[in-house]
């Protein structure tokens, strides 16, 4: 079965960074794609960043150009560099193998990560 864990987040003040990481076991995780998902209250999960095996990076467009997706295959690690945080990227956010057009999120959740961004 696989297990995700998040790690990394915590309360910054506007235009602070954070790096999540998620280590990812029981799969094979240097062939799939990977992304990071946020929720907040009331909302759907979405995702905001996916990177494949080979490394090619795409973004949701509210985190373009902050964001940084990255992974070490040897760690079994993916990574969200987040710079230049807003307050609306105050959220819960969680690792994912995204499938499909719809990104459809193919492991169970982990325990997520609490990101919040405030003065």
């Known amino acids: 079965q696989v297990q995700l864990v998040e790690s990394g987040g915590g309360l910054v003040q506007p235009g602070g960074t954070l790096r999540l990481s998620c280590v990812v076991s029981?799969?094979?995780?240097?062939?799939?794609?990977m992304g990071w998902y946020r929720q907040t209250p009331g909302k759907q999960r979405e995702l905001v960043a996916s990177?494949?095996?080979?490394?090619?990076?795409d973004y949701a467009d509210s985190v373009k150009g902050r964001f940084t997706i990255s992974r070490d295959n040897a760690k079994n690690t993916v990574y969200l560099q987040m710079n230049v945080l807003k307050p609306e990227d105050t959220a819960v956010y969680y690792c994912?193998?995204?499938w499909g057009v719809g990104s459809v999120p193919l492991y169970s959740w982990g325990q997520g990560t609490q990101v919040t961004v405030s003065s």
């Open positions: 994912n193998r995204p």
């Open positions: 990177i494949t095996s080979g490394g090619s990076a």
């Open positions: 029981g799969s094979i995780f240097s062939i799939y794609t």
